[in-house]
């Protein structure tokens, strides 16, 4: 098979992890014989200091004509420290997602039995969980309209949905559902926002069309806590964009880090595929990084974008070999034992 793969490291840890996601498919189609190409190109901190723009025109150019694309992460602690800067990395991810029209993003929640012990939630809660995520990215109050009084003491974030933009999403959370064990969860907040009425009363109507479906709504804060109490109850969660970054970096302590979770980003064009996990500059560049996430992101490429199911098989059981053979990054090792053999980024990105 012939792709071409646009690779985008962005900012901190970006680059770190990538490196060993690009690797994986480069081994792959080493393996397999597929011809994968590659490209490179900027967005978020690194690209607002080489251009001024955290997404340069000739990144979309690129992005628009690739097949695939693996991204790393965007964000720098100068932003957070300063709010008052206008020009930001995590502008350069959000437009991205608007132009490619990349609407829904799937986030598994793929827990390993060797991270069992790496969460703190007890082993026998977790035991069996599989879930599957479907964020909305493309709409919610990171699209809708910002405000700030003259005088800064007041701000706004408008939290705007169309109806369009839940059905399309929930047609894909619907389709997987089928394909999974036919259960879904609509995630919102319809006791106290319109958004999210207009949110259920859609998912209501759509659910009509999959009776094989089991469809039940919750309200996000009862979602937050039961996904830590009974995580196994949950198969196909749909939610809003907001709701989902917040539950999903919630639910990787699930699977022992949010080194672990790896996401894909679907629409109407190319796919994109990332760790949920964000620059990290705490640990860039000390080799800490955990690359499994990216591994994972490249492994879902295969699998979404390229329909090439066992090599993305083979690319997941690699990650679960190392991990039975106790090899573990610092963020999945557990403290209080000395049975793992502790590795860093470019030695577990080796190795896997
Ligand atoms: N790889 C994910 C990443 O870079 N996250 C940083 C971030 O700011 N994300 C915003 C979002 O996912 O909505």
């Known amino acids: 098979m012939k792709k071409h793969i646009l690779v985008i490291p962005g900012d901190g840890i970006g680059p770190e992890v990538?490196?060993?996601?690009?690797?994986?498919?480069?081994?792959?189609?080493?393996?397999?014989?597929?011809?994968?190409?590659?490209?490179?190109?900027?967005?978020?901190?690194?690209?607002?200091?080489?251009?001024?723009?955290?997404?340069?025109?000739?990144?979309?150019?690129?992005?628009?004509?690739?097949?695939?694309?693996?991204?790393?992460?965007?964000?720098?602690?100068?932003?957070?420290?300063?709010?008052?800067?206008?020009?930001?990395?995590?502008?350069?991810?959000?437009?991205?997602?608007?132009?490619?029209?990349?609407?829904?993003?799937?986030?598994?929640?793929?827990?390993?039995?060797?991270?069992?012990?790496?969460?703190?939630?007890?082993?026998?809660?977790?035991?069996?969980?599989?879930?599957?995520?479907?964020?909305?990215?493309?709409?919610?109050?990171?699209?809708?309209?910002?405000?700030?009084?003259?005088?800064?003491?007041?701000?706004?974030?408008?939290?705007?949905?169309?109806?369009?933009?839940?059905?399309?999403?929930?047609?894909?959370?619907?389709?997987?559902?089928?394909?999974?064990?036919?259960?879904?969860?609509?995630?919102?907040?319809a006791n106290v926002l319109e958004s999210s009425r207009l949110w259920r009363e859609t998912v209501q109507e759509i659910a009509k069309q999959y009776p094989d479906v089991e469809t039940t709504h919750m309200f996000i804060d009862n979602a937050a806590m039961q996904l830590i109490k009974d995580p196994k109850q949950f198969d196909v969660v749909l939610t809003a964009n907001l709701f989902g970054d917040i539950l999903t970096d919630e639910a990787s302590q699930i699977a022992g880090s949010m080194g672990m979770l790896a996401s894909a980003s679907v629409g109407d064009g190319t796919g994109f595929f990332e760790p949920i996990h964000g620059s990290a500059h705490d640990i860039t560049g000390k080799d800490l990084a955990n690359p499994l996430a990216s591994i994972l992101s490249a492994a879902l490429m295969l699998e979404i974008s390229f329909g090439l199911k066992e090599e993305a098989k083979t690319l997941v059981d690699a990650v679960d070999r190392v991990l039975k053979e106790g090899f573990r990054t610092n963020d999945i090792a557990d403290s209080t034992t000395n049975r793992y053999k502790v590795l860093g980024t470019q030695e577990m990105g080796k190795l896997v």
């Open 18 to 189: 990538t490196q060993w996601g690009k690797a994986a498919l480069e081994h792959i189609a080493a393996t397999y014989d597929h011809d994968f190409t590659f490209d490179e190109a900027l967005m978020g901190h690194v690209a607002i200091e080489a251009t001024g723009n955290p997404l340069p025109d000739e990144t979309l150019e690129k992005a628009k004509k690739s097949d695939a694309i693996l991204f790393g992460a965007v964000g720098h602690a100068k932003y957070d420290n300063d709010p008052s800067l206008k020009v930001r990395p995590e502008q350069g991810l959000l437009k991205i997602r608007k132009e490619l029209g990349l609407y829904a993003n799937l986030r598994p929640i793929l827990l390993f039995d060797e991270l069992l012990h790496a969460s703190s939630i007890k082993p026998a809660i977790l035991k069996g969980t599989d879930i599957l995520f479907f964020r909305e990215l493309t709409g919610d109050v990171y699209f809708g309209e910002k405000t700030r009084s003259e005088d800064r003491t007041t701000a706004s974030d408008l939290m705007i949905y169309h109806k369009y933009e839940v059905e399309r999403i929930a047609h894909k959370a619907y389709a997987a559902a089928r394909q999974r064990r036919g259960k879904l969860c609509s995630v919102d907040k």
